[in-house]
C-alpha cells in the first residue's frame, strides 16, 4: 500500500471543514464565543453540550471526554477506522465537502508563502533568538533571561543549549530587521509578529505588525523525525521585556495554523523504547537526568494515531509515559495507554 504523503495529509486537515462534516453527520453546532462552535459530543452521553469546534483552527475540542483533534481524528472515532481507513475516506469525498475558511479580514491581511520561504524565514528567527540565550550583553540585556529560567527548572547543560538550538525572544526582533515592509508582513502571516501593537508601545508607531508572539519566551525549534522544521515552541518565563505581558496566562505558546508536533521526534529514528512526556522543558528535565531515548507530545491531547504510527514504523517496542501527576495527566495517560 502506497504512503500517504504528509502534505496531502496536511492539505485534508486543513482543506475540509470539521464544522460541516460535524454537521453531515447530524452535529448540531451552534455559536460559542465570538470564533468557536459548540454541540453535543458524539462520543459519549453529553446533556449539556460540550463538543467546541474552532472553524479558524480546524479543529475539535471535547471538554467533557477530552477527545480532541482534526477532521481524520474525528472521521477515525466515528466511523472506528483506522487512520489510512480515514484519510482514504476523506479523500475519496472531497468534492462533497467544503473547503475550511479562515476569517476573511485577517487573510486579506496576510501574503502566500511558499514552505521554501517560510522555512528560510524561520531559521533566521530561530538564528536571532539562538544568539539572545547565548549573547544576551550582544542582544542589549545584561542577564540570560532564558537561560536563567532554564537554570531554575535544573536545565544547566550547554551541550543541550547548542544541540536543541534553544533560543530566547527579547521582544526586539522588530528593531533589527531591515526596513522591508514585506519581510514584516512574511513574519506577520507566519505568525512570528502580531498584527495588533499594544497602544502607546515602542512598536505601535512604525506599523501595524510590531509585537512578538513569543516574547518574554524561551523559543525552541521543533523538528520532525525526518528533520523537517515543523513549529516553533516558547515557554513564557514570567520575566523580561514589557512585552511579556501579552503572553501573561499562556505558558505554551505556539506558532499559528501549525502542527504542534513532537519534539525531540527522531529519538524514534534510534531508540527502541521512548520516554513520552508532555512539554519540551519536561522532555530537557529527563535529558539531564541521563535519558535522551525522550519526546514530548506537546500537552496532554498531543500524540495523535499517524505519531503513533510513526513510532511503529520506526520501530519502537515499548514506550513509557511520563505525564503530569494532575488531573489532566492522569486522564491523558489512561487515553493514551491503550
Known sequence: MARIHD????????????????????????????????GPCPFHPDKKPSFV???????????????????????????????RQAVDKLLGSTSKLKRASAPA??????????PERANQLLERVIAV?????ADPAGSGTNVSEGRA??????I???????????????????????????????????????????TGSPQASSGRAGRERFAGCVVVPVFDADGNLTTLYGRFTGEGSPSTSLRAGKRHVFLPDR????????????????????SVIDALSVMVAGYRNVIAIQGTNGLNEAEIAALR??????????????????????????
Open 129 to 133: 533568538y539562538e544568539k539572545t540565550f
Open 149 to 154: 529560567y532554564l537554570e531554575t527548572r535544573g
Open 259 to 278: 502542527s504542534t508536533g513532537l519534539w525531540n521526534a527522531a529519538a524514534m529514528k534510534t531508540y527502541s523504547e521512548i520516554i513520552l512526556v508532555e
Open 156 to 198: 544547566t547543560d550547554a551541550g543541550l543549549f547548542t544541540q536543541y538550538r534553544i533560543g530566547f525572544s527579547n521582544g526586539r526582533l522588530k528593531e533589527i530587521l531591515p526596513d522591508d515592509e514585506r519581510l514584516k508582513k512574511e513574519l506577520q502571516t507566519l505568525g512570528v509578529l502580531l498584527d495588533n501593537p499594544s
Open 105 to 114: 479580514a485577517a487573510e486579506k491581511e496576510k501574503i502566500t508563502l511558499p
Open 7 to 38: 502534505d496531502e495529509i496536511r492539505q485534508l486537515k486543513e482543506n475540509i471543514s470539521l464544522a460541516d462534516v460535524c454537521r453531515s453527520r447530524g452535529i448540531e453546532l451552534k455559536k460559542h464565543g465570538s470564533r468557536d462552535l459548540i
Open 53 to 83: 469546534v474552532s472553524p479558524h483552527k480546524n479543529l475539535f475540542h471535547c471538554l467533557g471526554c477530552e477527545a480532541a483533534g482534526s477532521v481524520i481524528d474525528l472521521v477515525m472515532k466515528l466511523d472506528g477506522l483506522s487512520f
Open 313 to 338: 514504523e520506526h520501530g519502537v517496542q515499548s514506550v513509557t509515559l511520563l505525564l503530569d501527576g494532575d488531573e489532566a495527566g492522569r486522564k491523558a495517560a489512561e487515553r493514551l495507554k491503550e
